[in-house]
């Protein structure tokens, strides 16, 4: 195959160790499908592989980037469900397919997952090699900008609202950091099911977004106590169901603001993975810890009607050339986003 530009890296380190050069990778193999890669959305997760995480040995140079759009450009032997030139989106979760946690439909539990961009390359270039499961459809109502913000954030919100936070009509949700991608779109997901949406945030320029969305009522952490706000809110009873990938003090208190009984859904840790909790407020209270990462693949399957009607939308604020990756890098660091940095690729 002819080498093509990506941003990619050689050492961990800031924004500053994103290179642009060429390289080239295998023509695809047995059930494997080459995209040309048309968008690339930025998680916090191309932060954190960037900078270094612990037991994550990466092949260099290593290309960033797990929520891919593009068009498909060639077929492996035997590839399966696409045509070139088919217009895609790309599920992020890579398994083995045959062990019984992917049997069972489970397969983020499968013990090989891997994400596209963390522990094998993604899609910051501008071509990419998946296995054929992992090509979907991409919806004609999207642009390939807004179906490379969905994947993981929706993967992720699927799970933590409905599989694993039982989200039901007439329930309080409280919904940590609203200008995450993730929040933004378990703020839609909440709605869906009749729940009421407690969010947070510091400014008020993204509480109105989050308002915008459909949460019912926003709290700025950076001028309120949001406990209290939500056991004001509760008639001091708290929320039915807590969604956090903050850590830190926010899961600390968020036992607090959790009701007697109630569930705590954490997917990640941006603010620290070392909380203090107070075990006795958990089994006192018969409070619910879940942790979830990703979802099913089915999940994005199931979702995905949802989106092509309009009922889910992706929050885009941003679209930026990929060669300007180190920048984007900097706005993510920066919390200067509302929703998802989407790189293009042109």
Known sequence: ????????????????VLTRERVSIADPGPREV?????AVAMNHMDLWVRRGLPNLALSYPHRLGCDIAGVVEALGPGARGVAIGDEVMLQPGVSCGVCPACQAGADNL????????????????????????NVLPKPTTLS??????????????????????????GQTVLVHAAGSGV???????CKLVGARVVATTGTEAKAERARALGADHVINYATEDFVAEVRRLTGKVGADLVLDHVGGEILEKSVAATRWGGRIVTCG??????????LRHIFFRQIELRGSTMGRRGDL???????????????????MPL????????????????????????
């Open 1 to 16: 195959m002819p080498d093509f530009d990506a941003m990619v890296l050689r050492a961990h380190g800031g924004p500053e």
């Open 34 to 38: 080459q995209i040309a890669v048309r």
């Open 110 to 133: 499968c013990k090989s997952y891997k994400i596209l961009g963390e522990s094998t390359s993604g899609g910051y270039g501008e071509r990419v090699v998946v296995p054929d499961v």
């Open 144 to 169: 390939f900008a807004e179906a490379a913000a969905l994947p993981l954030c929706l993967l992720t919100a699927w799970q933590m609202v409905l599989r694993k936070g039982e989200a039901c009509a």
């Open 183 to 189: 929040s933004s779109l378990a703020i839609q997901l």
């Open 269 to 278: 840790a941006t603010a620290g993975f070392t909380p203090r909790i107070d």
């Open 301 to 319: 399957h199931e979702a995905l009607p949802l989106v092509a009607a309009g009922r889910v939308r992706p929050v885009v604020d941003r679209v």
């Open 323 to 346: 060669w300007d990756a180190r920048d984007a890098h900097a706005l993510l660091e920066a919390r200067a986003v509302f929703g998802k940095i989407v790189l293009a690729v042109a």
